[in-house]
């Protein structure tokens, strides 16, 4: 279990737009996450202010379906964050400049700097330990163009996947541009 001094409650906007709440299950494994110090995340898309998908995935979940992914998809993607942005850095000066402010830390775009606010679609992604959230690079937001510049880094077995993720978790195929990550 990993320690953290930077951790506030869950937001709001992190909150199940279906039941108003905070998320108390994974949607892969349906553990309960607000207990027994699970570790979580929690991805939110939005297409003009609106929720299009919402998960809360237990970090063991996450780990396995991240394993499912292709060698090369893994590679770009982690050569295209850390081409982008440095989140340890980030992390630091978020806390000197802002401290607890969420808000501030997903204002804007992590990779291209766009504002949110004036993004049509983006994703918010929190990193949660039972009922708190732990600023530790998290949280952040990706806006539309970053969703596209990843899906194109990604090979045919990783789409498959992530399409078949998004199949059993929200019974849809996700609309080119949408990435679950």
């Not at 494994?29 to 699970?38: A, K, S, V």
């Not at 194109?152 to 199949?167: E, M, Q, R, V």
């Amino acid at each position: 279990m990993d320690y953290f001094n930077e951790y506030i409650p869950i937001p709001k906007i992190f909150w199940s737009v279906e039941t108003d709440k905070a998320f108390e299950k994974c949607s892969i494994c349906d553990c309960n996450i607000l207990e027994n110090e699970t570790n979580y995340v929690i991805e939110k898309a939005f297409n003009k202010g609106e929720v299009i998908f919402e998960y809360a995935m237990c970090l063991d979940c996450q780990k396995k379906l991240y394993n499912e992914l292709s060698d090369t998809s893994k590679k770009l993607i982690s050569h295209y964050f850390d081409e982008h942005v440095d989140l340890n850095k980030r992390q630091s000066e978020l806390l000197n400049d802002v401290n607890l402010d969420y808000e501030k830390w997903m204002s804007n775009c992590i990779i291209k700097g766009d504002r949110i606010n004036k993004s049509e679609e983006y994703q918010i992604y929190g990193y949660f330990i039972d009922n708190d959230m732990i600023l530790n690079g998290f949280p952040y937001a990706l806006c539309g163009a970053v969703a596209d510049d990843i899906t194109n880094l990604l090979s045919s077995k990783t789409l498959g996947i992530l399409n078949d993720f998004s199949d059993k978790v929200f019974g849809l195929d996700l609309p080119k541009g949408l990435l679950v990550i």
